[in-house]
């Protein structure tokens, strides 16, 4: 992809309402991005049915969930839980008595894991093992969703799988010094690409993040075809990530994270949504913003590309809403620090010349560098000091709207969506939230 292509207006839902059903396919954890989607879809009256990746049996074999852990899921989603284990990946996939993915990387050490290799006819095997685990699971769920789909009614299925990322320590050990490390602890982002370590890790990404999309497109192809002959309409989301356009000397610029190893299978996905759409199957990959997650805590200094979204509100016409979250945002730094002492910083390290070369969109994901690593984490840390307490943070708050705003944009896109793949600027995602709390 040589350009990338924003959302340019803001759409009205114009398909999706009482007693249509909308599908979360992956299940709902923690903060992100799926809750301000699934709000949009009670908020229009819809039946939300969910799934599970299930739980890991004694034999790390992926289980349906307890009555009990059923009954809180299904309480925390607000609607009926298809109770049958669908994870993507293999990590944990393997023939019968021999080792699985992860046990292979918990053989790896911090000192050896880049001269480590790994035996690629067997992870073929464990490869070829899970996704047929995948598929078999995912003909039993669509089985199960063709009859929860009454006659009529549209269906909006939402992906939102990702990840993949072995559960090793010695992963995470590696992950803190390619994300974090500084100094003597700094470790290029490319040693991790180019090692067997990361090559198993970039194909179980590729499964988790979009392969499944795929599988989804291919599985509930008779439920598409049964809901479309008869009048009904059917749409499909995923959350992608390819950067983000943001104020940058009050200018609206693509930027990125450096380095997003996800990044690779984020645009495997994209190739998916674009292949449906030739089809005639209205399938996008909507590009969100940045933000805190559970998941994207790894990555350190992720919440820099959030920050200037408070930028955005005021130059998009502001509003008395806009001003009272400029003001609950100033009350978490201390009383010596201001918002504009932190928005200095982030512009200060925007325009930077060492960052300058990772404003390169054709190039996505670029691999990280000892000067920009240390430039991202420590201007992070930096404006972490500006709070009063470093769980209470600005770029949490701030989270909390883009996860609303991009579940109005996405729904309300989803309608009458104008491409395969489309990006949300911190324009759009301004524009939205002012007009929400306007009204």
Not at 90 to 107: H, I, K, S, Y
Not at 233 to 261: F, M, P, S
Not at 413 to 424: I, K, Q, Y
Request: charged content about 25%; glycine content about 8%.
């Amino acid at each position: 992809m040589k350009t990338s292509r924003p959302l340019k207006a803001i759409s009205s839902n114009t398909v999706f309402g009482k007693g249509d059903v909308f599908v979360l396919f992956g299940e709902l954890f923690g903060r992100g991005y799926a809750t301000g989607l699934i709000d949009q879809a009670k908020a229009a009256g819809m039946t939300v049915i969910g799934i599970t990746v299930g739980r890991p049996d004694e034999n790390n074999k992926p289980r349906a969930l307890t009555p009990e852990e059923l009954a809180e899921a299904e309480a925390g989603l607000g609607g009926k839980i298809i109770n049958v284990p669908l994870r993507a990946g293999f990590e944990l996939d393997a023939p019968e008595g021999t080792a699985n993915p992860t046990d292979l990387v918990n053989e790896m050490t911090i000192k050896d894991w880049q001269d480590h290799k790994l035996d690629w006819d067997h992870v073929a095997k464990c490869r070829e093992l899970g996704t047929a685990r995948f598929k078999n699971a995912l003909s039993e769920v669509m089985a199960q969703l063709e009859g929860m789909i009454p006659e009529g009614k549209n269906v909006f299925f939402a992906h939102t799988m990702a990840g993949g990322i072995p559960r090793a320590k010695v992963f995470m050990a590696i992950a803190n010094r390619i994300y974090k490390g500084r100094g003597a602890r700094y470790m290029p982002s490319q040693s991790l690409v180019d090692s067997d370590l990361g090559k198993l890790i970039l194909q179980n990404f590729e499964e988790v993040t979009a392969n499944s999309f795929g599988a989804l497109l291919e599985g509930s192809k008779a439920i598409r075809e049964r809901v479309e002959s008869a009048g009904g309409q059917v749409r499909y989301t995923a959350y992608g990530y390819h950067g983000t356009r943001i104020l940058i000397e009050d200018e609206y610029r693509w930027q990125t994270y450096t380095n997003y190893t996800q990044g690779y299978a984020k645009m495997a996905l994209e190739n998916f949504a674009e292949a449906a759409w030739k089809d005639g199957v209205k399938a996008t990959v909507f590009n969100c913003p940045e933000i805190r997650t559970n998941s994207s805590d790894v990555f350190a200094g992720i919440e820099l590309s959030l920050l200037p979204l408070l930028e955005a509100f005021k130059k998009e016409g502001g509003s008395a809403w806009v001003d009272s979250i400029w003001q609950k945002c100033q009350d978490m730094l201390k009383d010596d620090a201001s918002l504009d002492d932190v928005l200095k910083k982030v512009s200060d390290y925007q325009t930077d010349a060492v960052m300058q070369p990772f404003y390169n969109f054709e190039a996505w994901p670029m691999p990280n560098s000892a000067e920009q690593v240390d430039k991202t984490v420590g201007t992070s840390q930096d404006i972490v000091d500006l709070h009063k307490e470093h769980g209470i943070l600005v770029s949490d708050e701030l989270s909390q709207h883009v996860v609303a705003a991009t579940g109005m944009l996405m729904f309300a896109e989803a309608s009458e969506p104008e491409a395969p793949v489309l990006w949300l600027d911190h324009d759009l995602v301004a524009q939205r939230l002012i007009q929400a709390h306007s009204n």
